[in-house]
Each structure stands twice: as C-alpha cells, then as structure tokens.
C-alpha cells in the first residue's frame, strides 16, 4: 500500500494487492490526459546519434513561444519532477514554505521552513491533489511579497495548460526572483516521454544546464516536445475536450452521492469518510485511484479514456454505493 500512497501510476502495486492482469485494468490514479497528443505515432525520433544540441534549442524556443517567455530562460529537464528536484539541488539549504495538502516531492526535494522567514515559498497553481486554481493577479501580488523579503517564489504550473490566463510564466524575467516550472506529460498525454521545463532567471538555469550535462532529454522529448507545442490546434481543442469530460465525471460522481473538486479537468478530489472503502472497492474493480498518506478521507479520480471505461467505473459506484453490497 505504500507505493499507492507515494505516486499515482503505480500499477504493479495494485495489481500485488487485488490481482489481475494489466490489460484488466483502468488507470485513474495520475491526472494525466487519457488522450495522448496523436502526433507521436507519426514521429520517428533519430536514435543512433546522441541528442542533437541545436535540436534541444529548437525545442526550448517551441516552449518558450507556448508558456510566452524568453527562451533564454527556458530549459528542458527529464520531466518536471525531475526540474523541482534538480532545484532543491541549486537552491541549496533555502528554507521552502510548502502547503499542507499538496504535490509529495516539495518536501522530499527542499528543505521544510524552520526558524526565520523562508526563502523560497512553493505555489502549485492549479494545486495537486485539490485542484485550487489561483488568478495570475494573486500569484503575482505573492511574487512581490516574496522579493519584498528577499525571498523566491516558485510556481509549479505541471496542470495548468487549460487555464493559460492563469500562468506566470511570462513574468519570469532577469532581476525577478521567480521560477516557474511546467509539465509536458500530462496535458500532452504522454508521460513517459520525461519532459518538463523549468523557467528562470539564467544564473539558475546555468547551474541547472551544468548539473544535468550535455543531454538533458532523449531523442524522442525533442521530437515529440517540439512538434507538440508547435501544434496550436490540438491544444486549442483539446482544452475544451478536456472541460467537457471533467463536467461529465462530475456527474457521474454526483449521482452515487460525490462531489468532484477542482478546476483542472485532468482530475477530480472527492472528500469522504468513506474514501479508503471507495479505494478498495474501485481496487477490487480493478480501477485505480489516488489515496493520500495522512489524509484517509482524500480520493483523487483522473479521467475515464472512453465511454466504456466509464461505464465501468459506474458499476463499480453503484456497487459501492448499494446498501448490503
């Protein structure tokens, strides 16, 4: 059970506990768009050479010209996991205030705040795993707050591709002290592919640039990344998409007595004393979700990839939800 505590994804750790065969199984455990980018079928990455450098800039000035910021401030890092990481690296022993109820690798990658004021206050915008969606106005007022005291603001924006109007990250900037950080993965549906960005000042993107080494990312991130931020017709479609079927979850979720939270439309936090039964009937269903350590009342929901798979979570509910079943 502690591997489904830790992250979503972690298919082999409930098929250990309630059996099955991969194939048998629903994945609703990771936020991530169940309709991947279609672009990547059509992609033959280059494998034989090694990532090619003027390539790797290609695809930062495709992100950069997507989030809206400088691409001199843009770099690509193997996921955006890896990005906060490799921050908790730079930034040293800067004490981090970091939320109660949100992403785990915060307090595994920064140190928490002890005595004195911190130096680097975390906002996840919208938040995981509640979905809280904060207004670029409000995230900016805490920007000028931080650098007021001398401290950064870091800003995750791993969900928040469906609400542009909300992002930060054209306000990175030399002489500012943020840093922004964005996920390819999960928008783009295509999590394995390890891409992320971390946006900042370039004196932070220098020591990340010298600690990750001539290769950042694989052939396949350049590929994908770069075609993909490049195609503005699918991101524009599949925002839309994206709200329609989180509206349709949250009727779904309405009718066996749940209420979804959130404003991104890649999942859905339900808030029940009954969420660690509901994990373990969805389990026996063989449909994964979300627990969270600490929090027994906590279940995240990603979307359902078709009509079928909706169907199936459904019966799972109702099954749930039967009095005597």
Not at 88 to 111: D, H, N
Not at 133 to 149: C, H
Not at 161 to 185: M, Q, Y
């Amino acid at each position: 059970m502690n591997g489904l505590l830790h992250h979503g994804g972690r298919l082999s750790d409930a098929i250990a506990r309630f059996g099955g065969a991969p194939a048998d199984w629903i994945d609703l455990s990771t936020g991530i768009n169940p309709h991947p980018w279609p672009g990547a079928s059509r992609l033959a990455p280059e494998w034989r050479g090694l990532p090619d450098p003027a390539a790797l800039a290609r695809l930062e000035q495709a992100a950069a010209a997507h989030f809206g910021v400088d691409p001199a401030l843009c770099c690509a890092v193997a996921g955006s996991e890896m990005g906060l990481r490799l921050l908790g690296c730079v930034m040293g022993e800067m004490k981090a205030e970091i939320a109660p109820l949100t992403y785990g690798t915060y307090a595994r990658a920064f140190a928490r705040t002890g005595p004195g004021a911190p130096g680097l206050r975390i906002v996840t915008n919208p938040n995981n795993p509640d979905g809280v969606l904060r207004d670029r106005a409000g995230v900016l007022a805490e920007l000028d707050a931080q650098e007021r005291s001398g401290g950064w603001l870091l800003v995750d924006e791993a969900f928040v591709e469906c609400h542009p109007d909300a992002s930060v990250a054209s306000a990175v900037a030399e002489g500012r002290r943020l840093i922004v950080t964005r996920s390819f993965g999960k928008f783009f549906g295509l999590a394995g592919v390890r891409l992320g960005f971390v946006l900042a000042p370039s004196d932070i993107l220098a020591e990340l640039r010298r600690v990750q080494g001539d290769w950042p990312v694989c052939a396949a991130a350049i590929a994908f990344g770069t075609e993909a931020y490049r195609d503005v017709k699918w991101i524009s479609a599949t925002r839309g998409d994206l709200r329609a079927e989180a509206e349709a979850l949250d009727r779904l979720l309405a009718h066996y007595g749940l209420r979804g939270e959130g404003a991104s439309p890649l999942f859905r936090l339900v808030r029940d004393p009954r969420a660690g039964d509901l994990f373990r009937r969805l389990g026996e269903a063989h449909i994964l979700s979300r627990p969270f350590a600490g929090h027994d009342d906590l279940l995240r929901l990603g979307l359902p990839a078709s009509a079928a798979q909706a169907s199936r979570l459904a019966d799972a509910l109702a099954r749930w939800s039967a009095p005597g079943v």
